[in-house]
C-alpha cells in the first residue's frame, strides 16, 4: 500500500504540472489515477478546481475553426512527450504474465524427486491414469502457455516421466532401480544430467505433438534436440557418400565371419537333441521324476535307457539344472525386495514398506526345503 501511495504522490505532481500548462485533460487523467492508486484529499480538491474551471470555460464563447484545429495540433504534438513520461507510472499497472498458481505449479514438479510424484498418481497407476495426468500438466506447463521461470524445465520433466513410465520395460527397471540410479552408462563411468537417471525415447516436444496435434513452438528451448538430429543428418549424408570400393572392401572384412556362421549352421544338423527337457513341449511330451529330489521333468517318446547307472547320471543332470535354474530365481526375487524395501525407506512410504516385507520369495523357500531335507 505505501508503494500506491507513493505513485498516487506523483501522478499528483504530474497534473499539477500539466494544469500550469493548460492542459487539463491529462491532468485530469492523473488525478484520476491517482485517486484509484491511494485516495487523497490533495487529488480531491485538484478534481474540484478543474470541474470549476470546466464550468467557467462552459460560459465563455465557443472555439473558432481555426482555434479548435490548432489546439489538435498542439494535443497531437504533445502525445510523444506525454507518452514519455506517462511510462513509470503505466509500468507498474502492467499485470505479470504469469500467476501465483503457476508458480506453485512449477516449484511442485521441480521438488519432486519421483516420476510417479511429478505426474500425480500412484504407483499401480494404469495407462490411461498416466495419459490424463500428462494431458493435463503438459498443458498447464507448455512454455508458451506457462510463463513462470522454470516452466521449460517442469514441461520436459514431465515429458521425460511420462515416456518412462508409459514403456513397460523402462518403468520395470524404474520401479525396480529407484530413481536414483541410471542402469545404463554408470558402469562405462559416463554419467548424464537426467532429472533421475532415467531418460525416455522421444523429446518432450514431440511426445506433446503425438498429444495435441502438432503445432509445437521451435525454439530456443529444444535447440539440444535439432543439435543431435542436424549432427545424424550429416552423419547419414557421409555414409552415403561411401564409393563402390569401400563397400567391397566392407565384404572382403566381413566374409570371415559369414563362413562362421555357415559353418555353425552346418555343425546344429550333425548335434544331436537333448535326452530331456524341463518344459514339456510336443517333442518331449512324457513327463518322469528324479528319484532323489522328484524333479519333474520331459523325455521323448522313444526314450530308453540300457544301464541304471545311466539314468542315475541323467536325473543328477535334471536335478543340477533344477537347483541352478531356483538359485537364480532366488537372488532375482531378493534383490527386487531389497530395492523396494530401500525405496520405502527412502522415502518414508509405509504403504510400500508394508507391500515389501510382505513380498513372497518362493524359488528361496523351495532352496530352503531342499537344503533342510
Given at each position: 500500500m505505501d508503494g500506491n501511495k507513493d505513485e498516487s504522490e506523483r501522478c499528483i505532481s504530474l497534473a499539477k504540472k500539466y494544469l500550469a500548462?493548460?492542459?487539463?485533460?491529462?491532468?485530469?487523467?492523473?488525478?484520476?489515477?491517482?485517486?484509484?492508486?491511494?485516495?487523497?484529499?490533495?487529488?480531491?480538491?485538484?478534481?474540484?478546481?478543474?470541474?470549476?474551471m470546466n464550468g467557467t470555460t462552459a460560459g465563455k464563447k465557443p472555439h473558432t475553426e481555426d482555434s479548435t484545429k490548432e489546439n489538435v495540433r498542439q494535443?497531437?504534438?504533445?502525445?510523444?512527450?506525454?507518452?514519455s513520461e506517462d511510462n513509470p507510472g503505466e509500468s507498474d499497472s502492467v499485470?505479470?504474465?504469469?500467476?501465483?498458481?503457476?508458480?506453485d505449479a512449477?516449484?511442485?514438479?521441480?521438488?519432486?524427486?519421483?516420476?510417479?510424484?511429478?505426474?500425480g498418481v500412484q504407483k499401480d497407476a494404469t495407462e490411461n491414469d498416466l495419459k490424463k495426468a500428462y494431458r493435463k500438466l503438459a498443458l498447464q506447463m507448455h512454455p508458451d502457455k506457462n510463463k513462470a521461470p522454470g516452466a521449460t524445465e517442469a514441461f520436459k520433466a514431465i515429458g521425460n516421466a511420462f515416456s518412462v513410465l508409459s514403456d513397460t520395460e523402462k518403468r520395470r527397471k524404474y520401479d525396480l532401480y529407484g530413481p536414483e540410479t541410471d542402469t545404463t552408462d554408470s558402469r562405462r563411468g559416463h554419467h548424464h544430467d537426467y532429472t533421475h537417471g532415467f531418460e525416455g525415447d522421444i523429446s518432450p516436444e514431440e511426445l506433446f505433438n503425438m498429444?495435441?496435434?502438432?503445432?509445437?513452438?521451435t525454439n530456443h528451448v529444444y535447440t539440444t534436440h535439432r543439435q543431435r538430429h542436424t549432427q545424424h543428418h550429416h552423419q547419414h549424408h557421409r555414409a552415403n557418400?561411401?564409393?563402390?570400393?569401400?563397400?567391397?572392401?566392407?565384404?572382403?572384412?566381413?566374409?570371415?565371419?559369414?563362413?562362421?556362421?555357415?559353418?555353425?549352421?552346418?555343425?546344429?544338423?550333425?548335434?544331436?537333441?537333448?535326452?530331456?527337457?524341463?518344459?514339456?513341449?510336443?517333442?518331449?511330451?512324457?513327463?518322469?521324476?528324479?528319484?532323489?529330489?522328484?524333479?519333474?521333468?520331459?523325455?521323448?517318446?522313444?526314450?530308453?535307457?540300457?544301464?541304471?547307472?545311466?539314468?542315475?547320471?541323467?536325473?543328477?543332470?535334471?536335478?543340477?539344472?533344477?537347483?541352478?535354474?531356483?538359485?537364480q530365481n532366488c537372488w532375482r526375487e531378493r534383490s527386487y525386495k531389497e530395492n523396494m524395501l530401500w525405496r520405502a525407506r527412502n522415502y518414508a512410504d509405509g504403504k510400500l514398506y508394508e507391500k515389501a516385507s510382505n513380498l513372497e520369495t518362493p524359488s528361496c523357500d523351495q532352496l530352503n526345503k531342499i537344503y533342510s531335507s
Open positions: 500548462e493548460g492542459e487539463k485533460s491529462k491532468a485530469l487523467k492523473f488525478l484520476n489515477k491517482a485517486e484509484r492508486l491511494y485516495p487523497s484529499q490533495k487529488a480531491k480538491e485538484l478534481l474540484e478546481q478543474i470541474s470549476t494535443r497531437r504534438g504533445s502525445t510523444g512527450r506525454a507518452a499485470e505479470k504474465s504469469y500467476t501465483q498458481d503457476q508458480i512449477v516449484k511442485r514438479v521441480k521438488k519432486c524427486k519421483d516420476y510417479y510424484d511429478i505426474l498429444f495435441f496435434g502438432g503445432g509445437f513452438p557418400n561411401v564409393s563402390n570400393d569401400g563397400s567391397y572392401t566392407l565384404l572382403l572384412q566381413l566374409t570371415p565371419i559369414i563362413l562362421l556362421v555357415l559353418l555353425s549352421l552346418l555343425s546344429s544338423f550333425f548335434v544331436s537333441d537333448p535326452l530331456f527337457n524341463m518344459h514339456k513341449t510336443e517333442k518331449y511330451a512324457i513327463q518322469r521324476k528324479t528319484g532323489n529330489l522328484q524333479v519333474p521333468y520331459y523325455v521323448k517318446r522313444d526314450f530308453r535307457v540300457e544301464f541304471k547307472s545311466d539314468l542315475r547320471r541323467l536325473e543328477r543332470q535334471v536335478e543340477e539344472e533344477y537347483i541352478s535354474s531356483l538359485r
